[in-house]
């Protein structure tokens, strides 16, 4: 069965700094993977997805991910942080072509001025 | 605007009695599905539709329904509510993710709806 892991429940960032949040995964074949972001009282928007080719990945708001398929990774990184990039982040795999989805835990980020 | 809507997006129940939450998107989207979100547990996948009445259980249907009967709703049915239902629950829609030319769509989440089961 397929998983996700966000092995930090909460990540502290000064402003300005650069921004790592933390994603594995377990998955039998090729692994779909997306980031997702929720702000407080909102659904969750859509950041960036990996499906195949480059290994980093660029997305809105100046996140971008990097996939690595031998440590089963796709961690979120921003060059720096800005105080309203505070939220609730996601990770998520889809086995196969986007039948169906697995969201980690979830880890929320805190950017202190 | 493009978007999915929920109603309602705050409901305080009682244990026994039927409810229904609505979900609608306006972007002619194959692909929708139901999540519940709770502390600790990130969203779990509870139904998901391909296309009209073509649906299918996620991680964790047990006590909901569902039904697609029209492209654009996708209601998600409480037949008896229980208090270990309550949770925040997010209808999202998306292209067909079996499009075809290794595609795979990001979802578009609705505001969510907040349940209470006393």
């Known amino acids: 069965a397929q998983s996700v892991a966000q092995p930090e429940d909460q990540v502290n960032v000064a402003e300005g700094n650069p921004l790592t949040v933390k994603c594995t995964y377990s998955?039998?074949?090729?692994?779909?993977l997306f980031w997702y972001v929720q702000y407080p009282n909102r659904g969750l928007q859509f950041l960036l997805k990996?499906?195949?080719?480059?290994?980093l990945v660029k997305g809105s708001y100046g996140f971008e991910a990097e996939f690595n398929k031998s440590q089963t990774s796709f961690h979120l990184k921003k060059p720096s942080a800005l105080v309203s990039d505070s939220a609730l982040y996601f990770c998520?795999?889809?086995?196969?072509?986007?039948?169906?989805?697995?969201f980690g835990p979830g880890t929320r980020l805190s950017v202190l001025p | 605007e493009a978007q999915v809507t929920q109603n309602p997006r705050y409901l305080i129940t009682v244990t026994g009695k039927k409810l229904t939450v609505t979900c609608s998107q306006n972007?002619?989207?194959?692909?929708m599905s139901w999540y519940r979100q709770d502390p600790g547990l990130g969203l779990r996948q509870i139904y998901y539709?391909?296309?009209?009445?073509?649906?299918d259980k996620g991680d964790v249907p047990e006590g909901y329904k569902v039904s697609r009967k029209e492209k654009r709703n996708f209601p998600l049915i409480l037949e008896s509510p229980s208090p270990n239902q309550t949770s925040l629950y997010f209808c999202?829609?998306?292209?067909?993710?079996?499009?075809?030319?290794?595609?795979?769509?990001?979802?578009?989440f609705g505001p969510g709806t907040r349940l209470t089961v006393t």
């Open positions: 999202a829609s998306s292209p067909h993710p079996l499009a075809g030319g290794g595609q795979t769509y990001e979802q578009y």
């Open positions: 998955v039998s074949g090729n692994p779909y």
């Open positions: 990996y499906i195949t080719g480059d290994n």
């Open positions: 998520a795999v889809s086995p196969t072509e986007g039948q169906n989805f697995v």
């Open positions: 972007m002619n989207h194959e692909y």
């Open positions: 539709s391909m296309n009209v009445e073509v649906t």
